[in-house]
């Protein structure tokens, strides 16, 4: 057990903002419809840290549309499911998926530190899917009995909520299998609370057996100001691979320039783009959706005005595929 102070980022983490009334208020804002009923299909959950980055009294601000709770969401649209990926179908042991080739995604927590509205997991059913220390035999054992499988991906809810303890024990385990080469973690963490990369953390990664990946998840440049900027330095320092993601949100990234100033925002911090998402079609988040037409539309200006590393490939995924797909 872990009895000495929380960190500043676990204090932070449980000082998030989870009222809806608190936020409005603080961004001076006022109430509108809808936003207490679509709170309790899911909670509003945010950051102070990322509130400072929101634009008082603007409604539409970007940031804030991606956390606001709103009554469009109780719309229910044909083609939005609450498992649009139907990843309960892929999912050997409890707290590990496995859909692709090689890699496999593990989960060690449901906890994340921002509730995103489109976010295809909002419905996921993670208290049956949790493993938790005891299920940990058994997903090693699986990743042990399969020699293809060459990385392991931590991912959503968001694995770097978990402690540094507990992160190495995972680590440690993982190391002495043999065929695991790459450890990858899928973390929103350094953009929407940086405080998190911790030196601890960092000594973590530095020593850690496997290549580390860190995927990001930035979907607007005014979600990286300096600081998260520091954190993504120093990741880089600790000699991550840093790679990030973007969900296309009709209202919120749905702009050439506004595409373009987010490669060149994470280019300048040491990350690469890696690859623009589609909405998954999930109940809920059909207000933020484009039609594929608009959003190839969009990547092709962006390769226009780009260099091709600078380029995010534009993905969707598929129920049963063996890969995400080249939209
Ligand atoms: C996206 C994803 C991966 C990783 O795919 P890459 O193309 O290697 O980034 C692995 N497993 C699942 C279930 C995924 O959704
Ligand atoms: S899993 Fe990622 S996208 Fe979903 S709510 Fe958590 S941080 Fe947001």
Known sequence: MNTTKPEKWQQALTDLITCPEELLS???????????????????????????????????????????????????????DKDPLQESQVNPVPGLLHKYHGRVLVTLTSACAIHCRFCFRRHFPYHDNNPGLRGWDNLFAYIQNDPSISEVILSGGDPLTVSDHLLKLFSTSLSSI?????????????????????????????????????????????????????????????????????VLLKGINDEVSILALLSET???????????????????????????????ELHRALAHRLPGYLVPRLVCEEAGELAKTLV
């Open 26 to 80: 603080l961004l001076e804002l006022d109430q509108s419809a809808g936003i207490i009923e679509a709170a309790k299909t899911f909670p509003l959950k945010v950051p102070r840290g990322y509130v400072n980055r929101m634009q008082k009294g603007n409604p539409n601000d970007p940031l804030l549309r991606q956390v606001l709770p709103l009554g469009l969401e109780l719309t229910i649209v044909p083609g939005y």
């Open 178 to 246: 043999s065929h695991v080469k790459r450890l990858r973690i899928h973390t929103r963490l350094p953009i929407v609370l940086p405080e998190r990369i911790t030196a601890s953390l960092l000594t973590w990664l530095r020593e850690l057996e496997l290549e580390a990946i860190v995927v990001v998840h930035a979907n607007h440049p005014q979600e990286i100001n300096e600081e998260v900027r520091d954190a993504l330095f120093l990741l880089r320092n600790a000699s991550v691979h840093l790679l990030n993601q973007t």
């Open 266 to 296: 994470l280019f300048d911090a040491g990350v690469l783009p890696y690859y623009l998402h589609v909405l998954d079609k999930v109940e809920g988040a059909a207000h933020f959706d484009l039609p594929i037409e608009r959003a190839r």
